[in-house]
């Protein structure tokens, strides 16, 4: 292209700096753990650092009750 038929396009369509593509699945790249479902937080699966952890979870959201 040359600079002439540059110009031109940017007249036509204007400039894209990039923003507005095509949108990324929001949990691409994340890792995926176990600390967030239920038996873990509840410390039912037998560990014993998760049953504390369930334990002090409880106390917490037992203190403004």
């Known amino acids: 292209m040359s600079k002439d038929d540059d110009f031109q396009s940017i007249l036509e369509h204007g400039i894209s700096f ?19 479902k239920k038996q873990y937080i509840t410390g039912a699966h037998g560990s014993g650092s998760a049953r504390q952890k369930a334990k002090y979870r409880e106390q917490r959201a037992n203190r403004k009750h």
């Open 18 to 36: 990039g923003r507005g593509g095509e949108r990324k699945d929001p949990n691409e790249g994340k890792v995926k753990t176990k600390a967030r």
